[in-house]
């Protein structure tokens, strides 16, 4: 789908339990003013479930026409085969507990920057997920992630959204029976394993703000897959989990990972499939991948992640752009993390490096900023959300394990390390002077970064 398919409406269909409710009381009058100070037409309608949005997609909108809908990502889940049989494009409005589909996307939080974001962006046709006939978005899962969501307390998700989660699988991973489960990956050999938890991604993220692999993006045609074995126990499970955070699991030693168009996972019949947060079918199952599907109007930012492409300036274009925006991005990542630690790291060197460091690392942010502007590129954003979901959870692992500091030092080290990897990467000679300056400083910083990090760690 093209831009000059659009008829130049847009259709508004938000839950009506999750506005905040001065926007019930105007009619979400500030998200209206984004979408028609754009030039389009728009209809707000407020709806009680995802049952109520998918008729009015298939009722009251023509192709080419846009729906603004506002959920989380069970909702998104819900609408995705009308929003593709209607032929419209979809702009998600984040109002759930996670929204990994916004975090892919890399919506900001806030619903109308959000929705000024997704409006001024580009029409991008992204993958989305099957199993069983059923279409999901972000991810599914076999075994902890399943168990857990009957476990969720309703009263604890309104009250601490992200917070719910992590005690529930918690009390999964104690207590659920490992499964044996036989994986095949497109025409490779089954494998059988015995397994605590399979998950199955499209999204870039999943479980409010997991991610699973560095390079998955919804455009690449493939899912990707980890397998996390009985014989992982609690803490290393805890490892696992911080690699989620932090990084990447793709060369985890306690995970098995793959990555292709389909995936079977034969045995344990019934047992429940967990995906984009609701469960949606049950093995026996068969995973496939719906390539260039959904019509989406994405954020540039989510562009130049995919795409890197600079804006057409009369500069020529920059050697290697593609890895210096991973660089700017996980800078930026980095720093908002080490903000997020700060207040609840109990050791008072971490809580020292957390906070010089973010600050530092900000102000290198802006110096790679200033020399990448002539070149079209624009800053990098953050995680939405990534500091409220990073301070529960870190308070979560604070209440569980006694020595939370020595695991979240671990896991910046790691982040450390791969932030200095990537900058290796780069040739500085062939860089504008100002980049080449700023990303020798980051360089630098990440080295006293780890040695720091390093004689923590020792003394913890």
């Given at each position: 789908?093209?831009?000059?398919?659009?008829?130049?409406?847009?259709?508004?269909?938000?839950?009506?339990?999750?506005?905040?409710?001065?926007?019930?009381?105007?009619?979400?009058?500030?998200?209206?003013?984004?979408?028609?100070?754009a030039?389009?037409?728009?209809?707000?309608?407020?709806?009680?479930?995802?049952?109520?949005?998918?008729?009015?997609i298939?009722?009251?909108?023509?192709?080419?026409?846009?729906?603004?809908?506002?959920?989380?990502?069970?909702?998104?889940?819900?609408?995705?085969?009308?929003?593709?049989?209607?032929?419209?494009?979809?702009?998600?409005?984040?109002l759930?507990?996670?929204?990994?589909?916004?975090?892919?996307?890399t919506?900001?939080?806030?619903?109308?920057?959000?929705?000024?974001?997704?409006?001024?962006?580009?029409?991008?046709?992204?993958?989305?997920?099957?199993?069983?006939?059923?279409?999901?978005?972000?991810?599914?899962?076999?075994?902890?992630?399943?168990?857990?969501?009957?476990?969720?307390?309703?009263?604890?998700?309104?009250?601490f959204?992200?917070?719910?989660?992590?005690?529930a699988?918690?009390?999964?991973?104690?207590?659920?029976?490992?499964?044996?489960?036989?994986?095949?990956?497109?025409?490779?050999?089954?494998?059988?394993?015995?397994?605590?938890?399979?998950?199955?991604?499209?999204?870039?993220?999943?479980?409010?703000?997991?991610?699973?692999?560095?390079?998955?993006?919804?455009?690449?045609?493939?899912?990707?897959?980890?397998?996390?074995?009985?014989?992982?126990?609690?803490?290393?499970?805890?490892?696992?989990a911080?690699?989620?955070?932090?990084?990447?699991v793709?060369?985890?030693s306690?995970?098995?990972?793959?990555?292709?168009?389909?995936?079977?996972?034969?045995?344990?019949?019934?047992?429940?499939?967990?995906?984009?947060?609701e469960?949606?079918?049950?093995?026996?199952?068969?995973?496939?991948?719906?390539?260039?599907?959904?019509?989406?109007?994405?954020?540039?930012?989510?562009?130049?992640?995919?795409?890197?492409?600079?804006?057409?300036?009369?500069?020529?274009?920059?050697?290697?752009?593609?890895?210096?925006?991973?660089?700017?991005?996980?800078?930026?990542?980095?720093?908002?993390?080490?903000?997020a630690?700060?207040?609840?790291?109990?050791?008072?060197?971490?809580?020292?490096?957390?906070?010089?460091?973010?600050?530092?690392?900000?102000?290198?942010?802006?110096?790679?900023?200033?020399?990448?502007?002539?070149?079209?590129?624009?800053?990098?954003?953050?995680?939405?959300?990534?500091?409220?979901?990073?301070?529960?959870?870190?308070?979560?692992?604070?209440?569980?394990?006694?020595?939370?500091?020595?695991?979240?030092?671990?896991?910046?080290?790691?982040?450390?390390?791969?932030?200095?990897?990537?900058?290796?990467?780069?040739?500085?000679?062939?860089?504008?002077?100002?980049?080449?300056?700023?990303?020798?400083?980051?360089?630098?910083?990440?080295?006293?970064?780890?040695?720091?990090?390093?004689?923590?760690?020792?003394?913890?």
């Open positions: 789908m093209k831009s000059s398919d659009l008829t130049g409406k847009v259709h508004l269909l938000l839950t009506k339990s999750k506005l905040p409710d001065d926007w019930r009381a105007n009619g979400a009058q500030a998200l209206r003013n984004v979408f028609e100070d030039g389009y037409k728009t209809e707000l309608t407020l709806c009680d479930n995802p049952e109520v949005i998918k008729e009015q298939s009722s009251a909108c023509t192709p080419g026409d846009i729906v603004a809908v506002g959920g989380g990502d069970g909702t998104i889940n819900a609408v995705l085969d009308t929003v593709i049989a209607q032929k419209v494009v979809l702009i998600p409005v984040p759930g507990t996670a929204n990994d589909f916004a975090r892919t996307l919506l900001p939080d806030d619903l109308v920057d959000a929705a000024r974001a997704s409006i001024h962006g580009q029409i991008r046709m992204l993958d989305i997920g099957n199993v069983n006939g059923n279409s999901f978005v972000n991810a599914a899962s076999i075994g902890v992630p399943a168990d857990a969501r009957k476990r969720i307390n309703p009263d604890l998700k309104r009250t959204g992200a917070i719910s989660y992590a005690v699988n918690w009390q999964s991973w104690h207590e659920m029976e490992p499964l044996d489960l036989t994986i095949t990956c497109g025409d490779e050999k089954p494998q059988a394993m015995k397994l605590r938890q399979v998950t199955i991604t499209n999204g870039r993220y999943f479980g409010g703000g997991l991610r699973p692999s560095e390079t998955k993006s919804p455009e690449d045609g493939l899912l990707h897959m980890f397998a996390i074995r009985d014989s992982v126990d609690t803490l290393n499970g805890l490892d696992i911080a690699e989620l955070l932090f990084g990447s793709d060369d985890s306690y995970a098995t990972t793959m990555q292709c168009d389909t995936i079977k996972v034969d045995g344990e019949d019934g047992a429940p499939i967990l995906a984009d947060g469960i949606i079918a049950k093995l026996p199952a068969k995973f496939a991948i719906r390539a260039a599907v959904l019509p989406v109007f994405a954020p540039n930012s989510f562009v130049d992640q995919v795409d890197g492409d600079s804006d057409g300036s009369d500069n020529k274009p920059l050697p290697q752009q593609s890895e210096i925006n991973d660089i700017m991005r996980d800078t930026i990542d980095f720093a908002v993390r080490l903000e630690i700060y207040p609840v790291a109990q050791n008072s060197d971490l809580k020292a490096l957390c906070h010089d460091g973010a600050g530092e690392l900000r102000s290198i942010s802006r110096q790679l900023e200033l020399g990448l502007r002539p070149y079209g590129i624009n800053a990098a954003s953050p995680d939405p959300d990534l500091q409220n979901l990073e301070e529960l959870r870190d308070k979560v692992m604070g209440w569980l394990l006694g020595n939370a500091d020595t695991r979240l030092a671990n896991g910046l080290k790691a982040r450390a390390e791969t932030l200095t990897t990537e900058i290796n990467v780069i040739s500085l000679d062939n860089q504008p002077p100002e980049v080449a300056k700023a990303l020798d400083r980051l360089a630098t910083e990440m080295g006293n970064f780890s040695s720091t990090l390093e004689n923590i760690v020792k003394d913890l």
